[in-house]
Each structure stands twice: as C-alpha cells, then as structure tokens.
C-alpha cells in the first residue's frame, strides 16, 4: 500500500543537471505539475522572508502528437507566467539558472508527472479473490492497473472459490461452465492470450504459493502464457518495423516480470522465461505484511517502463538536477505530513482527467492511498458512465438528460478533453461526472481491506473542483460524493499546488510548508457538522448554538432532510454547541450534545449544517429529486 | 483537440503511410521493393489472410522443469495443458492497391508496404474501420430528372453533410468501402457499427477494436452531432473527386489515432505547385480555428483577438480566451481550449 518511491529521494544528480544551486537556500522555484490534459506551472519565490507563490500558468499537456514532447506544454505555461511577472524563465528551449541578478530565471526546477497513463499489470499464477485483494493493495498508490488472469489449472481447483478472469471479462463465471473438457481448457488459452493482446501489459506479476491443490500448476501455466503472450506481443510489436532490420536489432516487447510466488521454484521460473521475459523476484506476495516490496517493484517499473517513455522525458530531467516525481507519489508526501502536523485525519482528493486519487492519512501514521486510475473526466470520463450508468450520473442533476445527452457529453469530453464547460448545464453534468467519480474512488478504498477513517480535514483539487466557479458547488460535490459525518472541514487547493508540494518539499522542505499556509490552503470553505443516524425530513434533527468572537449568539435548529449554511466568514471564530435529536448522532453517540473545547473557525461557504442524513438517500420521484437538488444547492450557493 | 499533423486539412504535405489493411492474423506479401514508384491503382501486396475454421491446434513451448514437483492436476488433455492454443485459419489471397502515388520507401516485417507520398490530408474527428482505398465520389442528392446515383462498388463516398443510419446501410449494401462525411448522431453511428462506441474509441487495442466491426470504413470530418461540413474540407475533397485515396477510420483516445484522409496529388500538381505546409498548431492572431464543443461547436472563423485576463463565461468558469471573427461576420468569445486551429 505504499505510494511509488521516490528512490532517488528527489536529489539524483541529472547528467544534463542546469542547476546546482543548494535547493535549500533558493531565491525562486519553478513547479511543473504534467497532467494528462494539462500542465500546470508554479512560480514559488521569497517574499519578505517567506515562500509564497508568485504566479501560475496552466497549458495542455503536449505529450501526444504533433508536439510530442511533454516540455512543450510546461514552456507554454511557464510563459503564462513570464507575461504575468515580466521575467523570463526560458532560453533555448531550457530552464535558465539559476535566478539572475535582473530576475530571470529560476533555482530550481522540479516536475511531477501523472501523464503518460498507468502501468498495466496481469496478475498471473493462483490469483484467488484475496489475492487480488493483496495485489490491490500493494498497486493503490501508484499508476497502476492490474488485471487478474488466474491460471487454468487453479481455476478447476479453487470452485467455488474463484475470481473473474480479468478485469471486466466475464467469460470465466464462477464454476458456470460445466465441466473442464480439453475443448473449454484449449479456448481458455485462447482467451486469455486473447486478453493479455488486448491489453498489451507493460508487465506481469506472478503469484502464488505451491501448497494447493493445483501444486505449481499455475506457476507453470502463468510461464506459459508468458511465452505465448510474448511471442504474439513481439509479432504485434516488430509488426511494422523495416523487414530490411534484423531481428536481433528490432527492439523487442519485453514484459517485465515481478515474481512474488513460491521461492522455490523462482530458478524454474527464469528458466523457462529465458529470453521471453526479465523475471525480478520479489518477496513472496502472501500477506499483508508483504505488499510493500510488491508495491516497490511495481512502482520501480512504473518509473522506468511507463514515465521514462514519455516523449521529451529526457529533456525535461535535463532541466533539474532532481528526477521527476510521479504526483501521486507527492501527493501522497504531503497528506501524510499534513496528517502528523496538524495531528488529524487528513484526506486529500484529486480529481483529475484520467486519474481519481483519494489519499487518507491518520494521526497516527495510517495510510490509505487509493490511485483510482482510469477514472476521471476527462479522457477517462467514458469510463464512469460505463461504470455507472446513465441513472447514477443523471441522480446529480436537477434536470432531465436523455441517455443519447449523457453519451454525447461523454464522447465529445473523450476526443475533446480540454474544454471546459460554458454553460451551465454543461457545467452540471461535468460535477455529476466528478461526485461518480470521487464514489467509485470511495468505494475502491472500501471494498478494499482497508480500514476507513473519518477525515477532520478534507482537501480538494484537480480542475474540476479548482476551477468550479463557486465554493459551495465545490462543498456540495465533496459532501455527495464522500459523505464524511460528524464534524469535518473542507478545504480547497485553488492553486492546484497541493500535489506538487509532497515533490517540493523533498528539495525544498520550507518553500513546501509556507507555500501550503500561505498560499495551497487558503481556500477554506468551512466546518461542516454532518449529523447521522434516524432524521426524518422536515424534523428537528440538531440545533447548533454558535457563539461568536464579538460575542454574538446565534441559535439555529436545522431539520432532517436538509441543508443550512450559518454565517461564519473567513477569518472569523466561534464556538460551537451541538444539541442533536436524541436519535440523531454527531459522533458521540445518538443524542449526545457536544462542545467544542476550542473555537471553530469560518470559511468561504460558511459553517456548513448536512442534515440530510448518512447514507444520503435520494428520493426516487424525478421532480421531487430535482426539486430537493435544488434547495440544497441554494442553500449551500452552488 | 489537436490533430497529429496541426490542422484538419493540410492541402500539401509529405507523408510516409503503411499500406496495411489491419489484422494481427493477416500475412502480407510485397509485389513492390524499396525504391519503386508506384501508382495508386497498382497492386502492391498480396494479402494471405486469414478466415477462422473449426479446429484447434497445440503449439509445443518448452515445459517447464520443477525441482520434487508432484502432478496434482489431472487435465482431461495433457496436450491442452502444455501447449499454446491457436486458431487454425484458412487463406484466401487478395491484392491490395497502394492508394498512393509515391514512392516505397520499406518493406515492414508483416510483409506491408510503407509509401512515402506527397499528399492532400483531411484528419477526421472520430472514424471507425480500417484502411481502405477507393476512388473519392461525390454523392449527389436524388433529384426528379436525375434519379438515383449509380455510386460505383470500392468507392469512397464523400458525402457532404450530416450522415444517418439509413444512408450508411445504403453506402454498406451499394458496396462503398469508405465514407466520408460531416457527422453523425452518436446512436445513428452505433446502430451502424453495432458497437459501443465509448468502448471502442476507449480501447487499447486499436487493430483489435476494428476487426468487429462492419466492413466500411467511416470518417466523419466534424465528429457527432448534426453539424455541416465546413467549406474548406468540401473544397478539397471535391478538388480531388475521382482520385484513389487512402481512409482509415481507427480512433482511439488511448493510443492517440484518429481517422485521416490521404490523397496523393497528381505529378503535375507536384511537379508544377508544390508548397508544403508545416502546420503549427498554436492558436495566433489571423489563424483559422474551428470551435470545438459547447453551443457554437462546427463554427468556423479566425482569431480576432486574444484576451490577456481570464474571461468568465455563461457557466461562471473563468478561462483564458479568444475573440473570434465568424465565417458570417459575427464576434464570439470562446475559451481558447474550444478552438482548434485548423490552417
């Protein structure tokens, strides 16, 4: 469950490095974040003694042709902020340092990188339901897409305890079938051969231990498939590249292979895998315990099969003198730091155009790290809706849409992912995407084994929620979509600064943490209460006394089925007193009254009152559904 | 959206194309070599391709040696369980015309040819099919003295406007091997294809993707919806009415492939007006853009001015943008990531 090292622990010296300057003592930082749709460019810099951000620019993402080289889109917005500051940043296509007397240029450089889309791994061997869980968890910090494909031989011998072959497939069902004739047992070769063309992994991981019924059956069958799969991947492959060039010279379709299966048979395995495929062994994957070095060498792969290969890669490390980061991997740095600093529960959501992230960090050093890849707005936006359906996306709004709508929206958000909605329907369906999205993310995380904790602070960025045009459409995304309960606070990253300060703060650990007071954070929408338990609608479910600084009192009684927004502005304080109905909860129990011991603060929304009760239950009538939409979101001013 | 070349129709430009029909289970045979010029109509390869049959074959591949192992497994087939299975298919050979004029510039290991050409290329929004090559047809609507077109079999139909389901069928059962056209609503399209079409401009597998689908291929130029072609593409295409092109239709938002368009000009043109373009994508002052999505989306003019603020517009997004002179003289403020330039 670990995120992606940072192996080189952001300090690798790049041969081409244009800086040397001690990190820790610059004047001025440039930050890239390469997203799949678009690239946005920080300048951090030193204002009166503290790091503030000086300017952004945001551009597409230039990894695809006709650019084909990811700095394009960075220098494109790094020249958003070159009009803005009137310095220049760029010569020559590089990075000038470090910063000149007159103020151009920067001394440091620093990129984070979730372009480039996962890496895509089959799970290969005795993959039963737990295990896939394990492997799960050991990818769920990182770019990464796993697809089971249980080998034959433990499929016959694990009904009824089976898993469905690949993610998605459908046509191995749960002991459906009959019997395992040489025919079914042929055209199953066949369809998983079939499955590994159609997904064309980057690797393989092979699990398992030898001690079940199968023996090492699935081991045997996981290399066999390997050598099929490889041999139809390298026709594919060298399909088109000059017959003039011999075979040796023609780069070949390796698929990496990570062997976290029975130790005793790794020597077997490299045998047969010879020349087929690069086996890395890894510690045996069969706990929990273990999903750590799995996790490693799976994000190790990603840096070096996926992110290594984005077109003007080479450049981009030639301009730092610390590697690329993937932004999960930062991400990640900063809840878990966030989390100890402020000693609570902090999660932080990125909603982004082919990637959902959900990071979960604990007081007390837990971490749950959900990189929900495929999932998004998107390029992946497709992929929701298939997920989903039509009814779940239509749920959000509060007007009708036709199945063809929804399609359409999807199909043209897929080829055109860079618009951004104009009008306001557009703009509604777009946050009905972003809620599914953020639910499916959600659910990944609880479906897995981890143990789901109640956030004290929730942070929001990616664009959808960075560039919603008000504060309380943001609130009301994230209260839909993550249902928190009891007393939280939300938070929203404007800058979209967040995911690049985890990569930051490994080169430039104070330019990170004043860039997150002073400027990443800013954006508070409020405290929310969100009572739960029995509230019937249009009953008194919790009245909250407010007591505010100047000494003003405030009593309002919020019923079930509701929401109310109580003043409480930015940079105003005041005390709370909760008094719910006796069977209703705020975390206390039901009907116990609380106090806060110290003053809440305010936000750009207000104190936000969500007494619409957990789980949020939508009425099944369309115009009272639309209606009730409504009022909440003038409540909340969405 | 920005097209692989820069813009959606590059009137003169040099390309290299692998003349490849699709199919992983298709062996080509070359009928030219490096160096040869060919024409459009001329043979260049020869197609072993591939029918499925009924049986089933084992391909031997190294056993695997495992020190002390016990065969708990009992398989009905111990050759099933050993071997790689394939499809046993049946060839029928076929020759495929180049498509274009130019010259073989390589041989690939499948056996396809790649051609380099000096071309007209028209990129497409959205497509479905493989590459195809047939002589670019006007379709002229059904008038009273006419009658009905005699639209010959292997051709590429241009037709231009929005396409229907019915029109497809029609195309489909005249024996059409491409059409080209302005757009198309997304269920017309999908009825057609019989197919998903998030799933199939969403797969990875693009060649894969194609093989299911009916045997013509589509380029729809504006992409889904009812919007008319613009005037420059019709231009072009109807310059180049009863030349051989060639058209692929495989889109894939995964693997960055979209539908294009190649017509080799004809050797006089080459030899007597021959200005290649390098089309840059930036959007500047004076560039023809195309407004991608939203309520003005097919509209078509030229930036007239751009904002150095951020604008807000009717959904309350702030966006960087442009003010853009329409082909019907009209001024429109657009978020610059609507437009895409298109020359």
């Not at chain 2, 097919?298 to 966006?319: C, K, M, N, T, W």
Request: charged share 15%.
């Amino acid at each position: 469950m670990n995120t992606q090292p940072n192996t080189e622990g952001g300090q690798r010296q790049s041969p081409a490095s244009s800086s040397n300057l001690n990190p820790s003592v610059a004047n001025s930082l440039l930050v890239a974040d390469c997203g799949t749709v678009f690239t946005k460019v920080s300048l951090l810099g030193l204002v009166e003694g503290q790091y503030r951000l000086m300017a952004r620019g945001e551009a597409p993402t230039t990894i695809a042709p006709p650019h084909e080289d990811i700095t394009r889109g960075i220098i494109q917005a790094i020249n958003v902020i070159e009009f803005i500051t009137g310095r220049h940043f760029v010569s020559e296509g590089r990075i000038i340092s470090p910063e000149q007397p007159v103020g151009d240029g920067v001394d440091v450089f620093i990129a984070t990188i979730s372009a480039g889309g996962p890496i895509r791994l089959v799970v290969l061997g005795a993959v039963d339901a737990a295990m896939e869980g394990l492997v799960g968890q050991a990818a769920s910090g990182l770019y990464a897409e796993t697809h089971a494909l249980p080998s034959p031989s433990f499929v016959v011998t694990s009904v009824p305890n089976l898993v469905s072959v690949g993610a998605g497939s459908t046509s191995v069902s749960r002991g459906a079938g009959g019997a395992w004739t040489p025919e079914r047992v042929a055209l199953e070769w066949e369809r998983q051969i079939e499955r590994i063309r159609e997904l064309q992994p980057h690797a393989a991981l092979i699990v398992g231990v030898a001690d079940g019924p199968a023996g090492p059956a699935p081991l045997q069958e996981a290399c066999q498939l390997l050598v099929s799969a490889a041999k139809e991947l390298n026709e594919q492959h060298g399909a088109g590249v000059s017959a003039g060039v011999a075979p040796n010279d023609v780069a070949s379709r390796q698929i990496a292979v990570l062997y976290a299966a029975a130790p005793e048979y790794v020597e077997a395995v490299r045998g047969m895998l010879q020349g087929v495929a690069e086996v890395t062994r890894v510690e045996s994957l069969v706990s929990q315990t273990q999903i750590g070095p799995t996790s490693i060498a799976v994000g190790g792969l990603y840096d070096r099969d996926v992110m290594r290969h984005i077109p003007g890669y080479a450049h981009l490390h030639g301009w730092s003198s610390s590697a690329p980061v993937a932004t999960a991997t930062s991400l990640s740095s900063l809840v878990r730091f966030l989390a100890q600093h402020y000693a609570m529960n902090v999660m932080a959501v990125d909603i982004g155009g082919a990637t959902t992230t959900l990071m979960l960090a604990g007081e007390r050093g837990e971490f749950i790290p959900k990189v929900n890849t495929g999932m998004g707005v998107g390029p992946a936006v497709g992929a929701i809706l298939q997920k989903v359906g039509i009814q779940r996306i239509a749920r959000w709004l509060p007007f009708d849409i036709s199945e063809e709508e929804s399609r359409q929206y999807v199909l043209n958000r897929m080829l055109h992912p860079h618009v951004v909605p104009t009008n306001q329907r557009d703009l509604q369906i777009s946050q009905a995407f972003a809620r599914e999205a953020l639910i499916l993310t959600v659910e990944a995380v609880k479906q897995s084994n981890f143990e789901w904790l109640d956030a004290d602070l929730i942070l929001a960025t990616g664009g959808v929620l960075s560039h919603a045009p008000k504060f309380g459409q943001v609130a009301l995304m994230l209260l839909d979509a993550l249902q928190p309960r009891g007393v939280t606070s939300l938070v929203l990253d404007r800058t979209m600064l967040i995911s690049q300060l985890g990569a930051v703060a490994t080169v430039a650990p104070v330019a990170a943490v004043q860039v997150n007071e002073n400027d990443a954070v800013t954006h508070r929408l409020g405290t929310c209460v969100i009572p739960f338990g029995t509230m019937p609608r249009g009953e008194l479910a919790i009245r909250v006394d407010l007591e505010y600084t100047n000494g003003r009192q405030l009593t309002v009684d919020v019923m079930g089925g509701s929401i109310e927004v109580i003043p409480l502005r930015t940079n105003e304080q005041a005390l709370l007193s909760l008094f719910p109905a006796p069977t209703v909860d705020v975390g206390l129990g039901p009907g116990e009254r609380a106090r806060a011991a110290e003053e809440i603060d305010g936000g750009l929304v207000g104190l936000i009152i969500d007494a619409r009760g957990r789980p949020l239950d939508l009425p099944g009538d369309e115009k009272e559904r639309q209606a009730r939409l409504l009022q909440w979101m003038q409540a909340i001013g969405a | 959206m920005t097209y692989q070349l820069g813009w959606s129709v590059i009137p003169q430009i040099l390309v290299r194309r692998e003349r490849w029909p699709g199919g992983y289970k298709t062996k080509g045979i070359p009928l030219v070599h490096p160096g040869q010029d060919v024409l459009p109509d001329q043979p260049v390869l020869r197609l072993e391709k591939n029918e499925p049959v009924e049986a089933i074959e084992t391909v031997p591949i190294p056993r695997l040696s495992l020190p002390g192992v016990i065969d708990t497994l009992t398989y009905p087939d111990h050759s099933s369980r050993n071997g790689d299975v394939s499809l046993n298919r049946l060839h029928a050979d076929e020759t495929l015309p180049a498509g274009l004029r130019g010259r073989v510039v390589d041989i690939t290991r499948r056996g396809s040819v790649i051609i380099e050409s000096c071309a007209a290329v028209l990129q497409g929004a959205i497509g479905a099919g493989n590459q195809v090559a047939g002589v670019l047809t006007m379709w002229q609507a059904p008038d009273a003295g006419r009658g009905q077109q005699a639209i010959p079999p292997g051709a590429l139909l241009v037709i231009p406007g929005p396409l229907n389901f019915a029109m497809l069928r029609q195309a489909m059962i005249s024996g059409v091997v491409g059409v080209i056209a302005s757009s198309i609503s997304s269920r017309d399209f999908e009825g057609f294809l019989r197919t998903d079409l998030i799933e199939l401009i969403d797969s990875v597998d693009v060649e894969l993707a194609q093989a299911h689908l009916p045997q013509m291929t589509v380029l729809l130029t504006e992409g889904l919806g009812t919007i008319a072609m613009p005037a420059r593409t019709m231009n072009l295409l109807s310059h180049y009415q009863g030349s051989i092109a060639l058209l692929s239709g495989a889109t894939s938002v995964r693997q960055g492939i979209f539908p294009e368009l190649v017509i080799s000009l004809p050797a006089k043109e080459v030899q007597q007006n021959w200005h290649p373009v390098r089309p840059d994508p930036i959007l500047t002052l004076g560039a023809q853009v195309r407004v991608c999505s939203g309520d003005h989306e097919g509209a078509i003019g030229s930036i007239d001015y751009l904002y150095s603020h951020e604008q807000v517009f009717p959904s309350g997004i702030r966006a960087r943008a442009a003010r853009l002179r329409l082909e019907d003289g009209s001024m429109l403020t657009i978020p610059l990531t609507l437009v895409e330039r298109i020359s």
